[in-house]
């Protein structure tokens, strides 16, 4: 297998695009990056905003493994925010893996090396901006969103990924293909994006993980919601998972929650009720057919969990965005 490390800064994604595009031989004009060949194709597309805030949204597939090392710019607070991402973040050369449905904000200003997806197609969007930017659009003074992104110490949080925040997403990579308005519909989704999470924060909305269990535990809790995550027609066992991780089951929900802060089987509810969202309002199954691939008993189930998670009923939603 193929290796390739790069060594940047996460505030300035610009100058290691244009080495990417030079070793690959491919090209970069300083917003669009193309590659297609046999070790990675690659499609980038990003730009710089006010006082250095970059957004961006990022599509691969990598016969090579990519290994990115941050080297910190110590003049300058930054704060990064992945979402859609499927990779993996590590300290020491201790690679964490993560799937692509989260929400990964961290501050740039820590060693750290990120693994890229390896044959596998991904797409994710990327938000960078220095600390002068977020306080350019705070009103509120002290937020617990302000309180996160000023920690001084190094950090890295995990958020679940809401279906208001993936609407914003998914509006992004819908834009991409605008040559004309994209440029602005990624800074106004960028902003949509950064004030929902600080909305939901407030609160109290936001599953946020501030990762302090051991290594091990930690990428077995990954493995693991990885496979809880995969099939929603079945809930999870948590006599097999006990067995199979070899912990008992008060040790397996508690290092489930020190990374997720809900237990397993609460987890898991919440994200099928989250992707029941997804299907109701994006595709064009029957409530029927949804219910029966995601495990619901029947539709009444689905309709009653769903209200009760989300205030309201589910035909409510169905065809509102085409």
């Given at each position: 297998?193929?290796?390739?490390?790069?060594?940047?800064?996460?505030?300035?994604?610009?100058?290691?695009?244009?080495?990417?595009?030079?070793?690959?031989?491919?090209?970069?004009?300083?917003?669009?990056?193309?590659?297609?060949?046999?070790?990675?194709?690659?499609?980038?597309?990003?730009?710089?905003?006010?006082?250095?805030?970059?957004?961006?949204?990022?599509?691969?597939?990598?016969?090579?493994?990519?290994?990115?090392?941050?080297?910190?710019?110590?003049?300058?607070?930054?704060?990064?925010?992945?979402?859609?991402?499927?990779?993996?973040?590590?300290?020491?050369?201790?690679?964490?893996?993560?799937?692509?449905?989260?929400?990964?904000l961290y501050n740039a200003n820590q060693l750290f090396n990120i693994e890229y997806p390896f044959q596998i197609s991904c797409q994710w969007i990327t938000i960078r901006f220095p600390l002068g930017v977020f306080d350019f659009f705070e009103e509120d003074g002290d937020s617990k969103f302000k309180q996160l992104i000023n920690e001084k110490d190094d950090w890295f949080h995990y958020f679940t990924l809401s279906p208001e925040i993936e609407g914003y997403v998914n509006e992004m990579v819908k834009s991409s293909q605008n040559k004309t308005k994209r440029k602005f519909s990624y800074f106004s989704r960028a902003l949509d994006?950064?004030?929902?999470?600080?909305?939901?924060?407030?609160?109290?909305?936001?599953?946020?993980?501030?990762?302090?269990?051991?290594?091990?535990?930690?990428?077995?809790?990954?493995?693991?919601?990885?496979?809880?995550?995969?099939?929603?027609?079945?809930?999870?066992?948590?006599?097999?998972?006990?067995?199979?991780?070899?912990?008992?089951?008060?040790?397996?929900?508690?290092?489930?929650?020190?990374?997720?802060?809900?237990?397993?089987?609460?987890?898991?509810?919440?994200?099928?009720?989250?992707?029941?969202?997804?299907?109701?309002?994006?595709?064009?199954?029957?409530?029927?057919?949804?219910?029966?691939?995601?495990?619901?008993?029947?539709?009444?189930?689905?309709?009653?969990?769903?209200?009760?998670?989300?205030?309201?009923?589910?035909?409510?939603?169905?065809?509102?965005?085409?």
């Amino acid at each position: 297998m193929k290796k390739y490390q790069i060594q940047s800064n996460e505030d300035m994604p610009h100058e290691s695009y244009q080495r990417i595009a030079e070793d690959f031989n491919g090209t970069w004009d300083g917003v669009d990056m193309f590659i297609d060949n046999n070790d990675l194709k690659l499609q980038i597309t990003s730009y710089e905003y006010m006082d250095g805030m970059y957004v961006g949204h990022l599509k691969m597939n990598s016969n090579t493994q990519i290994i990115f090392s941050n080297v910190p710019n110590v003049d300058r607070n930054f704060v990064v925010l992945r979402i859609g991402y499927s990779g993996a973040y590590s300290k020491k050369d201790k690679f964490r893996r993560f799937n692509h449905d989260g929400i990964f904000l961290y501050n740039a200003n820590q060693l750290f090396n990120i693994e890229y997806p390896f044959q596998i197609s991904c797409q994710w969007i990327t938000i960078r901006f220095p600390l002068g930017v977020f306080d350019f659009f705070e009103e509120d003074g002290d937020s617990k969103f302000k309180q996160l992104i000023n920690e001084k110490d190094d950090w890295f949080h995990y958020f679940t990924l809401s279906p208001e925040i993936e609407g914003y997403v998914n509006e992004m990579v819908k834009s991409s293909q605008n040559k004309t308005k994209r440029k602005f519909s990624y800074f106004s989704r960028a902003l949509d994006i950064l004030g929902a999470l600080k909305e939901n924060m407030e609160k109290g909305l936001m599953t946020k993980s501030n990762i302090k269990i051991h290594p091990e535990d930690f990428s077995s809790m990954v493995l693991l919601k990885d496979k809880i995550l995969a099939d929603f027609t079945e809930p999870p066992n948590l006599n097999d998972l006990s067995f199979e991780l070899g912990m008992s089951i008060s040790k397996l929900n508690r290092n489930f929650k020190a990374v997720y802060q809900l237990p397993i089987l609460q987890y898991f509810n919440q994200h099928r009720t989250e992707e029941t969202y997804r299907q109701v309002k994006y595709s064009d199954k029957s409530l029927t057919e949804i219910a029966d691939d995601l495990g619901y008993s029947h539709v009444g189930h689905l309709s009653r969990t769903f209200k009760k998670h989300f205030g309201y009923a589910p035909s409510s939603i169905r065809g509102t965005l085409q």
